[in-house]
């Protein structure tokens, strides 16, 4: 992570035209000779007051009074920083951006790509041991709650062994060193000597941003004793004020307006009644 050029900012607004991105987010409809418009994404209202320039490359509310360029749009609407949104369109206009690298800041990008992959592998593991051999007692909970496998496949939920360290022998089998476990929350160091997994013997759910990357878990008991919920700690790439569980689902509803419920089974028990556009709260 680092500078990003003006020149390739500049690049990433040219390839980006503002009516083609906002209109995946926004039926827009022209009402005027120069502007387009629609029901503004950022708040609730009845008459499209939402607008979109496509000569001024920009949008603009009249009701919440957000405006600004491309960038700025998905910063709003995919709640991203700054140079994350230059990234995001980046990518999704396929071109390469330059970034002067300072030294903190590129160390840190590592060490996040390197949290976010033990995660992905993480999620891997869970959902394994959910759909093996050892994950029956998991199965016939959901089942009980009426959860299918189509619907707990759909939300990513896992299981985490009550027993040994399944998950930390797992990240080693796949290259996943102790730092960046350590880093994504997964593990935690004994004091004596070696490691020890984060979770054990609770339903796990990933909780993912708006790109579909795992960020952290929530894990529930299945047995009375001891805490309903564990979440993974604050870590470089999760910060618990921030994310919400069901994200990227609810972004897929094709629905501006979501459900913000009490738990993670909530948002499970609305999807099953064909509402995907339920988010949670964590812990």
């Keep these: 992570m680092g500078l990003i050029s003006r020149e390739s900012i500049d690049a990433v607004i040219e390839a980006n035209d503002i009516v083609d991105v906002v209109s995946a987010y926004v039926r827009l409809d022209k009402k005027s000779s120069l502007n387009l418009f629609g029901l503004c994404p950022f708040h609730d209202e009845k008459t ?3 607008s979109v320039s496509p ?11 957000k405006g600004g360029n491309v960038i700025r749009f998905i910063q709003e609407i995919e709640h991203l920083a700054y140079p994350e949104a230059i990234r995001h369109l980046a990518v999704r ?15 840190r990008f590592e ?14 593991h869970f959902y394994s041991n959910l759909e093996g051999r050892d994950g029956g007692e998991a199965r016939a909970y959901l089942k009980q709650r009426g959860i299918s496998r189509s619907l707990y496949r759909k939300y990513g939920l896992g299981y985490s062994l009550p ?6 022998s797992w990240l080693k089998g796949k290259g996943i060193r102790e730092e960046p476990a350590l880093d994504a929350g997964l593990i935690r160091e004994r004091e004596s000597s070696g490691y ?7 339903l796990m759910f990933p909780i993912m941003d708006t790109q579909g990357r795992v960020l952290a878990f929530g894990g529930r008991a299945m047995t009375e004793g001891g805490p309903k919920y564990i979440n993974s700690p604050e870590t470089l790439v999760y910060q618990k004020g921030k994310h919400l569980f069901g994200i990227p689902q609810a972004a897929k509803s094709g629905t501006r307006e979501w459900f ?20 949670a709260p964590l812990g």
């Design 93 to 107: 206009a396929g071109i390469s951006i330059e970034e002067s690298r300072d030294p903190f800041w590129q160390e």
């Design 55 to 65: 000569g001024k490359q920009i949008f603009y509310c009249f009701g919440c009074q």
């Design 260 to 279: 913000l419920v009490e738990g993670y089974m909530d948002v499970l028990a609305l999807s099953r009644a064909g509402l995907d556009n339920a988010v």
């Design 48 to 50: 499209p007051s939402f």
């Design 196 to 202: 020890y997994d984060f979770f054990r013997g609770r």
């Design 111 to 124: 060490k996040q790509n390197l949290a976010y992959e033990a995660l992905k592998e993480a999620a891997r």
């Design 163 to 168: 027993r040994g360290n399944g998950l930390y």
